[in-house]
Nanobody, 123 residues
Framework: VQLQASGGGLVQAGGSLRLTCAAA?????????LGWFCQAPGKEREFVAT????????YYADSVKGRFTISRDDAKNTVYLQMNSLKPEDTAVYYC????????????????WGQGTLVTVSS
């Protein structure tokens, strides 16, 4: 699966962004679990959100619950991350990832990764 993330940018605190990750995987896209992870400067990559096949399971990091929403459109081979009420601490490079099997918060379980898109939230 080849993944291409986009939608990052500079936004003021309290603002919103929608990240998009398009996959070139053909007819098997709907069977993948998809996830978003982020990596802030000087920090390790960490889990943000995941959505299982057919949106069967959805999990969020505690830090984004109630502010971020993950969704998928299997007809378009695309996964989204709607980011609202953004905070300066959300500043990071955001990566989309895909895996076979059930939804997971574990970074190491994801086999396929996109190139990342930078989100910068100014105070």
């Amino acid at each position: 699966v080849q993944l291409q993330a986009s939608g990052g940018g500079l936004v003021q605190a309290g603002g919103s962004l929608r990240l998009t990750c398009a996959a070139a995987s053909g007819r098997t896209f709907s069977s993948y679990t998809l996830g978003w992870f982020c990596q802030a400067p000087g920090k390790e990559r960490e889990f943000v959100a995941t959505i299982g096949w057919s949106s069967s399971s959805i999990y969020y990091a505690d830090s984004v619950k109630g502010r971020f929403t993950i969704s998928r459109d299997d007809a378009k081979n695309t996964v989204y991350l709607q980011m609202n009420s953004l905070k300066p601490e959300d500043t990071a490079v955001y990566y989309c990832a895909a895996k076979s099997g059930s939804a997971s918060v574990t970074l190491a379980s994801y086999a396929y990764w996109g190139q990342g898109t930078l989100v910068t939230v100014s105070s």
